[in-house]
T-cell receptor
């Protein structure tokens, strides 16, 4: 699976909209983009995923660049509960074998 | 109510001892996984299973065995625990139609002394 690059950390304030970037310049045509988040002392939580089109669900909006070399996870009206490490993961096979990197630490201030 | 339950939540073991970590899921999922996480690092896959009574090796299987006696239960066994196996262990499950959408348990914090 191709490699992703994310910033080490980002800061936000409650109520703001946060844009979490992920770069994946060598993504293959069959690779999906998955986002998970993890808070301390808990397991990772699935956020969203996409292949080519932008997607949205109750947790976030995923914007995928037209060339698929980057994507952005957009969190609206963030709260303190959104503070977590956000992982951008690429996977081409439907196997459940995910490779987690360091992710982006999102800090949310009151 | 948690759909993937791990036990124990934490454990202290002695070097050379046997450790069994248990995982139970109520998602009715066919696929189950064991990952480990070391402090400050991402998760790494140890073993996984597609069906009861069958297990597969993940990326770092050395020193670990797995057992899947039923669809709901998946155990990770450390026959001879070592210091290097001190970590947090996460169990997860997924269904056949979306295997990459994993549902994780809360983790087991293992300290080997």
């Amino acid at each position: 699976d191709a490699k992703t690059t994310q910033p080490d950390s980002m800061e936000s304030t409650e109520g703001e909209t946060v844009h979490l970037p992920c770069s994946h310049a060598t993504i293959s045509g069959n690779e999906y983009i998955y986002w998970y988040r993890q808070v301390p002392l808990q397991g990772p939580e699935y956020v969203t995923h996409g292949l080519q089109q932008n997607t949205t669900n109750s947790m976030a909006f995923l914007a995928i660049a037209s060339d698929r070399k980057s994507s952005t996870l957009i969190l609206t009206h963030v709260s303190l509960r959104d503070a977590a490490v956000y992982h951008c993961i690429l996977t081409g096979a439907n196997t459940g074998k995910l490779t987690f990197g360091h992710g982006t630490i999102l800090r949310v201030h009151p | 109510e948690a759909a993937v339950t791990q036990s124990p939540r934490s454990k202290v073991a002695v070097t050379g001892g046997k450790v069994t970590l248990s995982c139970h899921q109520t998602n009715n999922h066919d696929y189950m996984y064991w990952y480990r996480q070391d402090t400050g690092h991402g998760l790494r896959l140890i073993h996984y299973s597609y069906v009861a009574d069958s297990t597969e090796k993940g990326d770092i299987p050395d020193g670990y065995k797995a057992s899947r006696p039923s669809q709901e239960n998946f155990s990770l066994i450390l026959e001879l625990a070592s210091l290097s196996q001190t970590a947090v262990y996460f169990c997860a499950s997924s269904d056949g139609n979306s295997q990459n959408t994993l549902y994780f348990g809360a983790g087991t914090r293992l300290s080997v002394l």
